[in-house]
């Protein structure tokens, strides 16, 4: 009798499942392996991108400080200020040196991270200069040396503020890279799990899920990369950061000072009887003053600081590692710059609000809004000056009180 010939049909067809499913295992790990490995070399360079904006973050506040003890020693002759001042240049021009770029930046980006330490030191020596003619009693040759290294300090606080940006875009780019790696590391274990329990279906599933894998990545990086813009974009007008990109380094840096137990401060600043000039002179004539606001607002800041537009006549400043004491110093220099100024047409002047984080503030909304009400009480008390909140609050307790 002959034998039927489905024992062994099936045999076949069960022997051919299991090597697919064989198959399906060995590149399945194999994939896994590849993306632990890109993960892995991914998590590498994002630390990497981290401590180097950590460290541009340091030398930012570090360069910043140098700038005020040199020219707080010209100007008052303290020796204090100028021991600071030796100390900070020592320590900047190590922290310039031991800078170094990710491989993976053009080379646009990184001639700019190695021309960065030449610049440092030879403006860190041209404010040692300023310092040792004080020092000689040489006050005029002192304050105009202080006074032709400001260009040179603005070039480097560009060419730093660039390397910083350079900094955070590559990092973010890292992470949405590493978020999208783990996305699909977890999907394909998925798919491979479904391998295992359905081996007859082993092949056509595997085939729908990568399928589906693949929209859902080019879905998921269309997404991110919308979204890279719109943190990247800057104000059309002036040029500036616009409201979303200051919301975004707001958050970081009040998580930050929180953390850290550092000094916040944030600036508004408005433009006085903006309606009136528009009406009076016309809105072209309105856009060139907010382009010169802006770019007098961008010469001013420190380099650790961040001006945005935060709309209509309205700019925002954030100020790391200041209390408010300094506060109330850069908004006076602010609002003194803007009358030294040459404006079209009428003197243009602005009112400015300030606020410094405090244990009772809970969210960067409520500084925000506590340097808002500072600015309220400028304009509604005069225009033209500068008020900080503490000074507001201790106004309506006092008012309450009597």
């Known amino acids: ?92 021009t190590r922290d310039f040196g031991e800078l170094r770029p990710p491989g993976t930046l053009v080379q646009a980006q990184q001639q700019r991270f190695t021309q960065l330490p030449e610049q440092a030191r030879a403006y860190l020596g041209h404010l040692e200069h300023a310092v040792t003619l004080r020092e000689a009693q040489r006050l005029p040759e002192a304050f105009a040396a202080l006074q032709s290294s400001q260009q040179e300090g603005s070039t480097l606080q560009a060419s730093v503020a660039l390397v910083q940006k350079s900094s955070q875009r590559e990092s973010l780019r890292r992470e949405q890279s590493l978020r999208l790696e783990n996305q699909r590391q977890r999907a394909e274990a998925i798919g491979r799990a479904a391998l295992f329990t ?86 072209p004539a309105g856009d060139v003053i907010l382009r010169r606001m802006a770019s007098a607002l961008a010469q001013t800041a420190r380099l650790s600081d961040t001006v945005a537009r935060y709309g209509g006549e309205e700019f925002s400043l954030i100020l790391p590692h200041t209390d408010s004491t300094e506060a109330m110093i850069v908004g006076e220099r602010l609002r003194a710059l803007l009358l030294r100024s040459e404006w079209p047409n009428r003197p243009v002047t602005a009112s400015i609000g300030l606020a410094t984080l405090t244990d009772s503030m809970a969210s960067p909304e409520g500084l925000v809004g506590a340097a808002d009400s500072a600015l309220y009480f400028a304009k509604e008390h005069g225009r033209n000056q500068v008020v900080h909140w503490d000074s507001v609050g201790s106004t309506e307790n006092s008012g309450s009180r009597a």
């Open 198 to 283: 359905l081996a007859l279906l082993g092949a056509y599933l595997l085939l729908r899920v990568e399928r589906r894998l693949q929209l859902q990545r080019l879905r998921t990086l269309q997404k991110e990369n919308e979204r890279l813009r719109e943190l990247t974009e800057e104000d059309g007008l002036t040029g500036l950061s616009n409201r979303r990109a200051f919301d975004s380094r707001l958050d970081m840096e009040w998580q930050r000072a929180r953390r850290y137990k550092l000094p916040l401060s944030v600036v508004v600043l408005d433009v006085d009887s903006f309606k009136s000039y528009n009406d009076t002179f016309g809105h």
């Open 1 to 92: 009798m002959a034998l039927s010939p489905h024992p062994t049909s099936t045999n076949a067809r069960w022997l051919g499942l299991l090597i697919l499913t064989a198959l399906a295992v060995v590149v399945g790990e194999s994939l896994t392996q590849r993306g632990a490995y890109q993960v892995a070399e991914e998590q590498r360079l994002l630390s990497h991108e981290l401590r180097l904006q950590g460290q541009i973050s340091s030398i930012a506040s570090q360069l910043s400080e140098a700038e005020l003890c040199q020219a707080a020693y010209v100007g008052t002759g303290r020796a204090d200020y100028a021991q600071r001042f030796r100390r900070l240049r020592k320590t900047l």
